[in-house]
């Protein structure tokens, strides 16, 4: 039987695959801090299920190849909205 710890973390992977997810986001949609994402989709689902941990992964470095190009947007957007002001 699996323990409430392992099947978070399985959600929580699933999750991230689905939608292409950020850790911050899942976070904010599972109600959980990004320390417990990471902590649970790094460590827990590499023991659990090595074939899911390995798309999360996926997932998760081609978010952080992508993280300076959406501040950068994001930026853009914030200054863009104070000049119109």
Do not use: C, W
Not at 9 to 31: C, D, M, P, S, W
Not at 42 to 63: A, F, G, W
């Amino acid at each position: 039987m699996k323990s409430i710890v392992e099947e978070r973390a399985v959600e929580l992977g699933e999750y991230i695959v689905n939608q292409r997810a950020t850790v911050r986001a899942t976070a904010k949609r599972f109600g959980v801090s990004k320390s417990t994402v990471h902590k649970d989709v790094s460590e827990r689902l590499k023991k659990i299920s090595p074939t899911l941990y390995k798309q999360v992964n996926d997932v998760l470095q081609l978010n952080k190849a992508e993280r300076h190009i959406r501040g950068g947007q994001a930026t853009k957007i914030k200054y863009l909205a104070h000049h119109q002001k």
